[in-house]
T-cell receptor, first 110, second 112 residues
Framework: ELKVEQNPLFLSMQEGKNYTIYCNYSTTSDRLYWYRQDPGKSLESLFVLLSNGAVKQEGRLMASLDTKARLSTLHITAAVHDLSATYFCAVDTTGNQFYFGTGTSLTVIP | NAGVTQTPKFRVLKTGQSMTLLCAQDMNHEYMYWYRQDPGMGLRLIHYSVGEGTTAKGEVPDGYNVSRLKKQNFLLGLESAAPSQTSVYFC???????????FGDGTRLSIL
């Protein structure tokens, strides 16, 4: 069974600061996804990373994938309050079975 | 602009009762999924379907059944509800397996 670990689980950061969320997984895969979930809401796709070395950026968020290290990072640049949410990574090995991390709850404070 | 619609949004059941959750998508997606989300555990895949008439087990399939008789619908059934099935259930769909999933708004299910 594939294990997906995220850290930190909780993150409180000041506006304007930078931080990185880490996603480690336990078996070989070159397909990794990042999602965002606002409280009480559904999940929204942020990034799809499909190869080693893949890097995607959207606004203040940048995601990368290192398949050899089995590690993905989600970097937040100059955080703003609107980024407060829970962020999930998910790994897939077959195109069908998706395993989600436990999520990182991010709070951006003024 | 419906996307993925889940019915119902909330439900309270008694132990031993049965019910069916309905997921409908209007994006002509081949792949559909059912997840449960529990506090501190992220999402766990219950069952999935790669096309009309097909279903397969995910990570936590016990106690659930599914059917995909029409491409746009994916039903999740609980034959005999148990308190351990209290959770938020999300349905998702995607065009292909490697493409991002589109999620419904979830169904909050409580079993007493």
């Amino acid at each position: 069974e594939l294990k997906v670990e995220q850290n930190p689980l909780f993150l409180s950061m000041q506006e304007g600061k930078n931080y990185t969320i880490y996603c480690n997984y336990s078996t070989t895969s070159d397909r990794l996804y990042w999602y965002r979930q606002d409280p009480g809401k559904s999940l929204e796709s942020l990034f799809v990373l499909l190869s080693n070395g893949a890097v995607k950026q959207e606004g203040r968020l940048m995601a990368s994938l290192d398949t050899k290290a089995r590690l993905s990072t989600l970097h937040i640049t100059a955080a703003v309050h609107d980024l407060s949410a829970t962020y999930f990574c998910a790994v897939d090995t077959t195109g069908n079975q998706f395993y989600f991390g436990t999520g990182t709850s991010l709070t951006v404070i003024p | 602009n419906a996307g993925v619609t889940q019915t119902p949004k909330f439900r309270v059941l008694k132990t031993g009762q049965s019910m069916t959750l309905l997921c409908a998508q209007d994006m002509n997606h081949e792949y559909m999924y059912w997840y449960r989300q529990d506090p501190g555990m992220g999402l766990r895949l219950i069952h999935y379907s790669v096309g009309e008439g097909t279903t397969a087990k995910g990570e936590v399939p016990d106690g659930y059944n599914v059917s995909r008789l029409k491409k746009q619908n994916f039903l999740l059934g609980l034959e005999s509800a148990a308190p351990s099935q209290t959770s938020v259930y999300f349905c998702a769909s995607s065009k292909q397996g490697i493409q991002p999933q589109h999620f419904g708004d979830g169904t909050r299910l409580s079993i007493l």
